[in-house]
């Protein structure tokens, strides 16, 4: 089984690249796309908001 990338328009299905096989079984998954456009984050919106220890990247003791 082998997954490849292509687009469904007027019809036909167009991939994204060429299979190794001149004729082979197929099933075809519809992806639905997005109802609502994700919006673009802010770099920083979070700020003064995470706390992390100041031992945040100490190594781990464990004990046996």
Same mark, same amino acid.
């Given at each position: 089984?082998?997954?490849?990338?292509?687009?469904?328009?007027?019809?036909?299905?167009?991939?994204?690249?060429?299979?190794? $096989?001149?004729?082979?079984? $197929?099933? $075809?998954? $519809?992806?639905?796309?997005?109802?609502?456009?994700?919006?673009?984050?802010?770099?920083?919106?979070?700020?003064?908001?995470?706390?992390?220890?100041?031992?945040?990247?100490?190594?781990?003791?464990?004990?046996?």
């Amino acid at each position: 089984m082998r997954t490849v990338k292509g687009i469904y328009k007027d019809g036909r299905v167009i991939l994204e690249e060429l299979l190794p $096989v001149s004729q082979a079984r $197929v099933m $075809v998954t $519809v992806l639905d796309e997005p109802k609502v456009p994700l919006k673009a984050r802010k770099p920083g919106s979070m700020k003064g908001e995470i706390w992390m220890s100041d031992d945040f990247n100490d190594s781990l003791e464990l004990d046996d």
